[in-house]
């Protein structure tokens, strides 16, 4: 395969970017990661996907912002270097496709589990194998290849998620038949209260809130990849209040209007008491459909981002220069390579360490994501303050409520940091997080700095 390109493509329309960051951040958090959550926090887990989707909201602004200025491949990673220095944006870089890699190595996994259900004496190791071969498939063809399958990928589980809102309604006013009388909402405060585990329960809660977000900062990678990034990007982004709202907030509101919140978690996914308690006799077949597209459209999601964020370090001197190797088409296949094969060797260690594992995988995934977050609002307070005042008045899409709510969110985000220290379960993932920043640094220090070369940031062809 050889290079006959030397920029990124743009062949991303909204339609494709809204769906990506909707593949990426409505995943296994949300499937399964809510029911730790709704434990730790009662139904007042609500307040806490609602303060957290703020957050995320007010990130994603800063991000806009810049990635409307200057649409680059390496996005947040290139911003950190260009306005904190090049320290930062090789930690940030690389810190992401950390997040990506870990976040892909449970899919995968789960992925096998899934099939096992239709296929129970197919050995696991086949389906794993065979998902990511089809997934770095799918990444090296073009990006609008990518972006419509995506899209249809994300169409299902968005379509699965809406059904369940609709029919978990119908339960809470009408019933179901003989298998449910109408509920009401009494459940959200029969057992204990609103908030059974007071405002400590709701903090503690924050964590795994702030793990069902993570991913959706691609839409920051996909700018260098928009077909007019100035006016997609911005609709993609506005539209994420509405997101949370309904796949996040409304849709465990009706899980736990219907069912005691005590009950939620204890037989797998929370997501499961709908459909089997609804009754139909191919519940099972249903709900296997939707988490396999929904593993599938998330790991496509993450592969995508992190080989792309490897690109634009490549750019910089701070990763290989292999992975500045584009196909025909444009598409940045070396780092696609490169991370389907880190995968395998992921599943490999994954067969070889206990389940209990995966708190600690989804707990350093937090870690990483608050940090990629942290940069980008440090980096977007020091691009405004790099501007004259006559540019900030030219921002095409300014941060709402600016500084109060970038300096708030700055705030909460050093909060959460600090309950993943103070959770006993999840402190072990903040001093993995923290040595992983460490072991970057003196990287960085030892090797990179000579060898990398500086850049402007510069808009892509």
Known sequence: MQQQTSHLLRGLSARHIRFIALGSAIGTGLFYGSAAAIQMAGPAVLLAYLVGGAAVFIVMRALGEMAVRNPVSGSFGSYARHYLGPLAGFITGWTYTFEMIIVCLADVTAFGVYMGLWYPDVPRWIWVLSIICFIGALNLCHVKVFGEMEFWLSLIKVTAIVAMIAAGAGVIFFGFGHHFPA?????????????????????????????????????????????????????????????????????????????????????????????????????????????????????????????????????????????????????????VVVLAASLLAAVVLNYLIPEQVFVLIASLAAFATLWVWLMILLSHFAMRRSLTAEERREIRFPVPFWPLAPVLTLLFMLLVIGVLGAVAETRMALMAGLVWLALLTAIWFWRVRKQRRPLALEQPE
Not at 247 to 266: D, E, H, K, N, R
Request: net charge neutral; hydrophobic share 55%; aromatic share 10%.
């Open 183 to 335: 509920t009401g909402v009494e459940n959200l405060w029969s057992h204990g209260g609103f908030a059974p585990e007071g405002f400590g329960g709701i903090v503690a809660s924050l964590g795994i809130v702030m793990f069902a977000f993570g991913g959706i900062e691609i839409i920051g990678i996909t700018a260098a990849e928009a077909r007019n990034p100035e006016k997609v990007i911005p609709r993609a982004i506005n539209t994420i209040p509405l997101r949370i709202i309904l796949f996040y907030v409304c849709t465990l509101f009706i899980l736990m209007a219907i069912f005691p919140w005590t009950s939620i978690g204890q037989q797998g996914s929370p997501f499961v008491l709908i459909f089997e308690g609804l009754g139909l006799p191919a519940a099972a077949n249903v709900l296997n459909i939707i988490v396999i597209s929904a593993t599938i459209s998330a790991i496509n999601s993450d592969i995508f981002g992190a080989g792309r964020m490897m690109f634009g370090m490549a750019q910089e001197g701070m990763a290989p220069k292999s992975f500045l190797r584009l196909a025909r088409n444009g598409v940045p296949w070396m780092t």
